[in-house]
Every structure is written in structure tokens, then in C-alpha cells.
């Protein structure tokens, strides 16, 4: 079965995309690597590829302002992401979130979950979303995707996690 194709949206000089051929893995290993991106840590540029290569991504990237801007770059530069693990037909776990810290305040972050909201609406059998978010992010997720607290053990069913290796979260 094929995936479908890519789509692409744009904000003033910014392209918000899911063609996996303009994920940088560099930037995003860079985004990683920042106190910023506090919930993940850089990995082997290989393990990345394999990671994003197997995930629904959303790019953000800044386009060029001038034709000097365009000399000597194949691909725009690459300020954010948003990346869905996903069956892309009834699931999705949304995860790895940023608008770098220089490009925040233009409301990238807000429409690149409106990217992700138009796609994971679009699928007819969509079940159910989930993410992981801190008391500073609950808010964001909950005004711009409708995501609410899952209430453990309401209606008999619970929510669970295994802490892997590679996470750096406490939970």
C-alpha cells in the first residue's frame, strides 16, 4: 500500500511539510542536542534516519528572502518539527515538537499543530492521539488539538508506559 503523497503548507516565508526528502537529519540531531528540546538527547545519525524514516514528520523550514539566499543551498534550512508515530489510518502518538527558540513568537508552533490536527482529521478511521505533555505544554495541546487527560482507569481501562534506555524523561 502506498503512502500518500506529500503535502506542504505555508506561513509567510516558512514551508511546513511531510516530504520525507527535505528532513534534515543534522538540524534535527542539533535541536536535540539543545536544553530547549528537553525530552530527547542526539542520537547516531543512522538510528535518526531509521527513527524518522519510520515516522510521519512535519518539517518546518525557513525559505529563502532573496535569489543570494539561494546560491549554493539544495534544501531550505530546517527550524522545527513535529513527528507522528502512525499506523496513518485510526493512530497516532504525537512526539520530538519544536520551533527552534530564535523563530518562536510567529506562531509556527501553533500552525504546525494545525498541519498535524488537518492530516490526522483527515483519515476516516482515526481513532485516537496521543502525546506526552508537561504542565507548561497541557494547555497548548488541549486549546489546539482538543486533547484531554486520560483518566486512568475510567470506563476499566488504563494507560500505560515502559521506560526505555533512550528516554530522558523521569516517568
Given amino acids: 500500500m502506498s503512502n500518500p503523497l506529500p503535502t506542504e503548507w505555508y506561513k509567510s516565508n516558512f514551508l ?44 518546518v523550514y525557513e525559505l529563502p528572502t532573496s535569489s543570494a539566499e539561494i546560491a549554493g543551498r539544495s534544501n531550505p534550512k530546517q527550524i522545527g518539527l513535529a513527528r507522528l508515530i502512525t499506523d496513518r489510518v485510526s493512530f497516532a502518538y504525537l512526539t520530538d515538537v519544536y520551533i527552534l ?49 486520560f483518566e486512568q482507569g475510567a470506563n476499566g481501562y488504563s494507560m500505560m508506559t515502559r521506560k526505555g534506555k533512550g528516554s530522558v524523561i523521569p516517568v
Avoid at 25 to 48: C, Q, R, S
Avoid at 103 to 126: H, R
Fill in 16 to 59: 511546513f511539510s511531510t516530504n520525507p526528502s527535505l528532513i534534515q537529519p543534522p538540524a534535527i540531531n542539533a535541536a536535540f542536542a539543545t536544553d530547549y528540546v528537553h525530552w530527547a538527547k542526539p542520537m547516531d545519525e543512522a538510528l535518526l534516519k531509521k527513527m524518522l524514516d519510520n515516522s510521519l514528520c512535519f518539517g
Fill in 101 to 149: 527558540e530564535p523563530y518562536q513568537g510567529q506562531g509556527l508552533g501553533k500552525f504546525l499543530i494545525k498541519c498535524v490536527d488537518e492530516t490526522i482529521d483527515s483519515w476516516p478511521q482515526f481513532r485516537r492521539a496521543l502525546l506526552m505533555a508537561d504542565s507548561k505544554e497541557k494547555g497548548f495541546y488541549e486549546q489546539m488539538l482538543g486533547m484531554k487527560e
